[in-house]
């Protein structure tokens, strides 16, 4: 079966077989038991584990397998049925362990298309593999992507490294590109616990050359998230874990539940041309 993924070495076609993605060049990449395949070239591989570890992507997996984030991951998944043209090809760059990957590629799947999910994270890929049988699950990187050009109808960004020239490059002309970042009082209640003087994120529409803006979806919701566990859970997915001062993260230990405002907002823009 023809791949939506390209040889990283040569940028030949993959065929995709059993147990190995192959090329007409020779070039042969094994399927791992869990069912992806690594297409980091080793000179693009810059630690011996790139991407979050196994911590990270656990933690991940517990917080969103809890379907917090589900108001985000169905406002996608409309806009595909309302936007992608039929057996659209979509790409989610920046895959993670898969938990929007899997509603996205059903939606495709029922429009007759294909998903390729990529990500740096070993560990996490093979969550995504497990967890989305229906699409292709690679380890690879997005400033970098193994595929050719114009070979992509939607391209998914989720909270992931922005590589708006790949994006551009692999996208079909007209093709859709969707770009999810936080609202402006995103985890606002987490930061008020973690920082002294908590701030907004700033809200702005950045023009990236080649794309054109078509629209900025607003997805909001509230929870509360009942237990420690699932508090240090979301601690861990945002960039605040590597910053917050210790006796703001001793505050958040101490805490039993937590009231959550999640704010989205998801970019939408086409590629001109």
């Known amino acids: 079966m023809e791949s939506l993924f390209c040889c990283p070495v040569c940028g030949g076609g993959l065929e995709r077989q059993e147990r190995r ?7 042969s990449f094994d399927r791992a038991k869990e069912g992806y395949v ?23 997996t517990r917080f969103l ?31 993670g362990e898969g938990w929007y990957t899997q509603a996205l590629a059903q939606t495709v799947e029922r429009r007759g298309g294909r998903t390729a999910g990529l990500d740096l994270s070993k560990p996490a890929v093979k969550k995504a593999a497990r967890r989305c049988p229906e699409a292709e699950i690679a380890v690879g990187t997005l400033y970098h992507l193994p595929l050719t050009g114009e070979s992509v109808d939607v391209l998914i960004n989720c909270f992931s490294p922005l590589a708006a020239k790949e994006f551009r490059r692999v ?26 003087r908590p701030y907004e994120n700033e809200e702005k529409r950045e023009e990236y050359s080649g794309f054109r803006y ?26 605040y874990y590597w910053k917050t001062p210790k006796a ?3 505050r958040l230990e101490r805490l039993e539940q937590l009231e959550v405002t999640a704010q989205f907002r998801v970019h939408v823009m086409e590629k001109e041309g």
């Not at 993605?21 to 070039?27: E, K, L, R, T």
């Not at 584990?49 to 933690?59: E, H, R, S, T």
């Open 21 to 27: 993605y192959v090329c007409s060049s020779g070039h």
């Open 38 to 60: 690594n297409l980091l070239p080793a000179n693009f591989q810059h630690s011996k584990a790139p991407g979050d570890g196994k911590d990270m992507a656990a933690a991940r």
């Open 65 to 95: 397998d809890g379907g917090w984030y589900g108001p985000l991951r169905d406002e996608l998944c409309q806009l595909i049925e309302d936007a992608a043209p039929d057996a659209p090809a979509l790409l989610d760059a920046g895959c």
């Open 171 to 196: 996208l079909k002309p007209g093709g859709r590109f969707l770009y999810v970042v936080p609202g402006p009082r995103h985890l606002w209640e987490l930061k008020q616990v973690l920082y002294d």
């Open 214 to 239: 078509l629209d900025v979806a607003a997805v909001e919701t509230h929870f509360t998230l009942p237990k420690p566990q699932a508090i240090q859970d979301l601690f861990c997915m945002t960039p």
């Open 248 to 250: 703001g993260a001793q």
